[in-house]
């Protein structure tokens, strides 16, 4: 939507005041008188609250301001105290650095509050504060040079320049107060604050001579310069202060210790050398530092009273102005409040019935839909079906918003009833789901055994490879029957008491797929799975290697790993050569590994995974397809094992041979790892906790098992060594007798117990070798596409011949 068309849309809104909402309505008929004492009012509110937040920064700027006096004090003390020694030599370390550390925390205080955003401070006094920032970063080196026993006059004037930056800063701070009465106030203590140094300066000044035991010229006309200001300055306080605070400080600085400093002073320099006196009486003979110390001291603290007495009427006389204009903004506005209720008090009266009416129907139709109606959705899902009483609208008047409740509470109730009877559907579809799998689930059981009993008694290897192949076949069908129960929200009978090793739970996931002859199960940790877990997670693992057979290569084979999980718990590596997945798809795939509350049966290709999600949330295992990166094809499928289902290795454990569930699986799976000595009968373990998965163990003392002893345990003729290899189970219904025929190439080393290396031997087929380069990465689409244009092919071949037999998909 253009800017145009969108301007024109809302003010086609504005203009078509049947669609306006009803408060709008009701202030829209108050709108003209409300209107006349709101543009009066506003005018002069706006008024007394800008003057109220000047005073407010002013207010921030007296702070400011007051926060510079301690640091003054601190330099004009630091000044003083380092004046007190003879030339070349340095003050006493310890009081010095003191106060020098005094000064730096006054400085940090100021520099806080006039770098904040909220102080007012203009582009002068930000210029002034910049030079006392600066000053006072100089301050350590100048304290170096008095520690290595620099000039004292010359220490004092470089003091005397930093105090003249911060009081030039006081001055611009000062200027910006704005108010005629603040301004005048602020003027009288800044010339106070000057008249202060004044009398500082000559402190420091005089005590450096009678440390030295002479005035030098130099001195004597600093001090008689200073006396000069500091009576112009005591003159501009009285020009500009009130009669007050004249008083005030004429009482104040008042008294034998101010009058003998100002004595002590002109005897000092009475005793500079001039013409007309070239032999004048010595510095000790007039002024003692003992009594030039207590009076000046005495001095300052009487001038820093009248300044700290000062600074509180200002500050005082801001906030009192500040409240003064904040009550009669406050004033203004209760009279145009009160104008403004008497207004629309009849309004008010007769919409706020309608208004909260609307305002309930409108709120609880909110909650039902987002709260309500969900949350009994879900508990007829988690409990049943049963009989819902919903709770009326709270409107319970006769008029049009009454009658509107009414029809919601109908429609409420007919949603309600439309949930139940939903799921009443749903547990019924489920039970006759659940039903239908354990009738299936027990006729395949009795499908078993009976198989069983027939490959005990078949003496034929070509029947009994097809035996087999039924064997298995039934194995698969059981493992649908468990996965449609899973979906349906029942718990699977199959269940174990006992701890499961590691690697027997992997065979035997590889042993429920159809193509377990190209599952490659490498070495896994020595450790046991709980059994409460173990039957779950060998059918989530067959999931998995269901999959990864299904979508790669019929030749290829996928590797299946178990290593340790940092913190605890295993991790267990399903590898495939597929066509892989993109990015998109990949994504969507963990989505749905993680969607355990699926409540829509899931399609036909993606169940498997619904499955696995279900399996993982029982026992908080992570699943997670990772796509194997650009120069390899397939996926990694990462099952996460958490260390409450691990558990150490135990001398009970069922062995390898009873974990599968299949004479074909078994026969498939069972690869020692050394090579049997000959005459050596392995003894299948007979734990009765794996006979769900199988039927029944294997037992070698039946003879009629003599065959698929040889076939699934590896025994050959004695001599012979054992060849374990998967090609070997690839056709189980490639004719066998009852011994197995020699390799044509044997070993050389046949007599040898232990099997010969061969090199590369360890590759598994199809995959690249490690010192070759890296094949190129098939796209996964591509290769989608790539087999659907080859099937299609196939299809329009054989009709096109005439032959309507069903071609073989690939696998």
């Keep these: 939507m253009t800017v145009q068309n969108r301007v024109r849309w809302r003010w086609a809104t504005v203009v078509d005041w049947r669609n306006w909402r009803l408060p709008v309505k009701v202030a829209a008929v108050l709108l003209v008188p409300v209107a006349v004492a709101v543009g009066t009012g506003v005018l002069q509110i706006r008024g007394y609250v800008v003057r109220a937040d000047s005073y407010a920064s002013i207010g921030k700027l007296v702070t400011l301001r007051s926060a510079l006096t301690p640091l003054v004090a601190a330099v004009q003390d630091e ?154 300055r005591v003159a501009d306080f009285a020009a500009l202060a009130t009669s007050g605070q004249r008083d005030l400080r004429t009482q104040t600085v008042n008294g034998r210790d101010v009058l003998d400093r100002d004595r002590m002073v002109r005897d000092a320099l009475t005793t500079v050398a001039t013409a007309d006196d070239p032999d004048p009486p010595a510095l000790a003979t007039k002024v003692s530092i003992g009594d030039w110390e207590t009076a000046s001291h005495a001095t300052d603290t009487l001038v820093n009273k009248v300044l700290v007495s000062l600074e509180g009427e200002l500050a005082d006389t801001v906030a009192t102005l500040q409240d003064e204009t904040s009550d009669q903004a406050g004033l203004i506005s209760m009279v145009l409040l009160a104008s403004l209720l008497a207004a629309v008090g009849v309004g008010v009266v007769f919409g706020n019935n309608m208004i909260r009416s609307l305002l309930t129907l409108r709120r609880t139709a909110l909650h039902v839909a987002q709260h309500q109606l969900p949350e009994l959705v879900a508990d007829l899902r988690e409990e049943g079906a049963s009989e819902v009483v919903i709770e009326p609208v709270a409107v319970h008047t006769t008029e049009e918003f009454g009658q509107l409740a009414r029809a919601f509470d109908a429609v409420h109730q007919q949603a309600v009833g439309s949930a139940v009877e939903q799921a009443r559907l749903r547990g019924g579809l489920r039970n006759t789901f659940v039903n239908l799998s354990r009738r299936s689930q027990g006729l395949v059981e009795r499908q078993l055994r009976l198989m069983e009993e027939l490959e005990r008694k078949e003496e034929n290897p070509q029947q009994l490879a097809n035996l087999f192949k039924l064997d298995h076949l039934a194995t698969r069908m059981r493992r649908n029957n468990e996965n449609l129960m899973v979906l349906s929200g029942t718990d699977v009978t199959r269940r174990f008491s006992k701890p499961i090793p590691l690697g027997d739970v992997l065979r035997a996931a590889a042993s429920e797929i159809e193509h377990y002859q190209r599952v490659v199960v490498q070495t896994t940790p020595q450790v046991e799975v709980v059994g409460y877990a173990a039957s779950d997670l060998v059918r989530l693992i067959a999931e998995l290697l269901d999959n990864a057979t299904a979508f790669s290569p019929p030749r290829s084979h996928v590797v299946i790993v178990g290593r340790p999980r940092n913190g605890g718990g295993v991790v267990i590596d399903v590898i495939d050569e597929g066509v892989g997945m993109a990015p998109p798809e990949l994504e969507a795939a963990n989505v749905r590994l993680r969607s355990v509350d699926t409540d829509e049966l899931p399609a036909s290709r993606q169940m498997g995974h619904f499955v696995i999600a279900r399996l993982a949330a029982r026992h908080q295992v992570e699943v997670t397809l990772v796509d194997q990166g650009p120069h390899r094809d397939g996926l990694r499928a990462v099952v996460g094992v958490p260390p409450e289902l691990i558990r150490q290795p135990s001398a009970t454990a069922p062995t390898v041979v009873d974990a599968l569930p299949s004479p074909a699986a078994r026969r498939a799976q069972a690869v020692p790892s050394a090579r049997p000595r000959p005459g050596a009968t392995p003894a299948p373990g007979n734990d009765g906790e794996w006979s769900s998965f199988r ?45 197995v025929k020699p390799d044509p190439t044997p070993e050389p080393d046949s007599e040898v117990d232990l099997p010969k290396r061969r090199p590369r031997g360890n590759l598994v087929a199809g995959r690249p070798d490690p010192g070759g380069a890296a094949p190129a990465r098939r796209d996964p689409n591509a290769t989608r596409g790539f087999l659907s244009n080859y099937q299609t092919g196939i299809r329009q071949g054989v009709r096109d011949s005439g032959d309507h037999r069903p071609a073989q998909e690939n696998p």
Excluded at 107 to 119: I, M, S
Excluded at 201 to 217: E, F, N, P
């Design 79 to 232: 000044r003083a105290h380092q004046a007190d020694r003879v030339d070349g030599a340095s003050p006493e370390a310890n009081a010095f650095h003191e106060r020098g550390a005094v000064t730096t925390r006054a400085f940090e205080l100021v520099r806080g509050l006039a770098e904040d955003p909220g102080t007012p401070v203009g582009e002068v006094a930000s210029a002034r504060f910049a030079e006392v920032t600066t000053q006072v970063n100089a301050l350590p080196q100048l304290r170096q040079s008095i520690d290595a026993g620099s000039d004292v006059s010359v220490s004092v004037i470089a003091y005397t320049t930093v105090l003249r930056s911060m009081l030039d800063f006081d001055q611009a701070l000062v200027n910006e107060f704005g108010d005629a009465t603040l301004a005048s106030t602020g003027g009288a203590l800044h010339n106070l604050q000057m008249a202060g140094e004044q009398l500082s300066l000559q402190h420091a000044v005089l005590l450096a001579g009678v440390s030295r035991g002479r005035v030098l010229d130099s001195e004597a006309t600093m001090l008689d310069q200073s006396q000069l200001r500091y009576l112009d």
């Design 695 to 739: 039927g029944k163990a294997v037992d070698d003392d039946d003879p009629s098992a003599a065959t698929r002893a040889v076939w699934f345990k590896g025994k050959l003729p004695t001599g012979e060594a054992p060849r374990h290899r998967l090609d070997d189970a690839a056709d189980p219904a490639a004719p066998r007798t009852n011994g």
